[in-house]
């Protein structure tokens, strides 16, 4: 079974520059999920997909990302403009049912680093 | 207020040997769920064990084992037998109901090192 894509695996750029990371989940995972890992921190919840409809995005900073995943299958999350705090190791997780045991399926991450 | 708190920025164990990683939790909600994670330095978080509020029994998966103990809410993972690859940072995480549908909230971590 593959698991959680998600690309690019780094990307440096400069502050007020934009960016932008891609995650293909689990075939047949409802769920999607964008965490933010800032270093020495625990992942922090962004935005939570049911399908292709936001189920919540309390945590996202909506000034300045955004999140789509059309179709219910691939989703992207962009940052623009981006700034230094910024900085931090994108997560992207699948589940199939957070119901039960509901454990997620993460993605290796993407690591960014704003200058 | 912080959900789940792992009070151990790191913790160093030989080998094969065993070894506890605290972790307690707040909550007001009766059905809840506790996971641990592990994440080598590769960055993958990997699942290790679950438990839910109603389970009667510990968790067991394998080398691992979640001592709850739910007046105290504590959600211990004990890792016996310690392995050199065991090496990783540890996060404990609840499942909580957000806007309707659960989610899942990390603790800060703790740093394992396993020596020879």
């Known amino acids: 079974e593959a698991g959680v894509a998600q690309s690019p695996r780094y990307k440096i750029i400069e502050k007020r520059q934009s960016v932008a990371f891609w995650c293909n989940p689990i075939?047949?995972?409802?769920?999607l999920y964008w965490y933010q890992q800032i270093l020495g921190q625990g992942p922090k919840l962004l935005i939570q997909?049911?399908?292709?409809?936001?189920?919540?995005d309390s945590q996202l900073p909506k000034d300045r990302f955004s999140a789509e995943r059309l179709k219910g299958v691939d989703s992207t999350l962009k940052i623009q403009p981006a700034k230094l705090e910024d900085s931090a190791v994108y997560l992207c997780?699948?589940?199939?049912?957070?119901?039960?045991?509901?454990?997620?399926?993460f993605g290796s991450g993407t690591q960014l680093s704003v200058l | 207020a912080q959900k789940i708190t792992q009070t151990q920025p790191g913790m160093f164990v030989q080998e094969k040997e065993a070894v506890t990683l605290d972790c307690t939790y707040d909550?007001?909600?009766?059905?809840?769920?506790l996971f641990w994670y592990k994440q080598p330095s590769s960055g993958e978080m990997i699942f290790l064990i679950y438990?839910?509020?109603?389970?009667?029994q510990n968790a067991t998966e394998g080398r691992y084992s979640l001592n709850f103990q739910k007046a105290r809410k504590s959600a211990n993972l004990v890792i016996s037998a310690s392995q050199l690859g065991d090496s990783a940072m540890y996060f404990c995480?609840?499942?909580?109901?957000?806007?309707?549908?659960?989610?899942?909230?990390f603790g800060t971590g703790t740093r394992l090192l396993v020596s020879p």
């Open positions: 997780a699948s589940s199939l049912d957070l119901e039960t045991s509901g454990k997620l399926f």
């Open positions: 075939s047949g995972h409802a769920t």
């Open positions: 997909f049911q399908n292709n409809g936001v189920v919540d």
């Open positions: 909550t007001s909600d009766p059905s809840y769920g």
């Open positions: 438990q839910g509020s109603y389970d009667q």
């Open positions: 995480a609840m499942r909580e109901r957000g806007t309707g549908f659960q989610k899942l909230v």
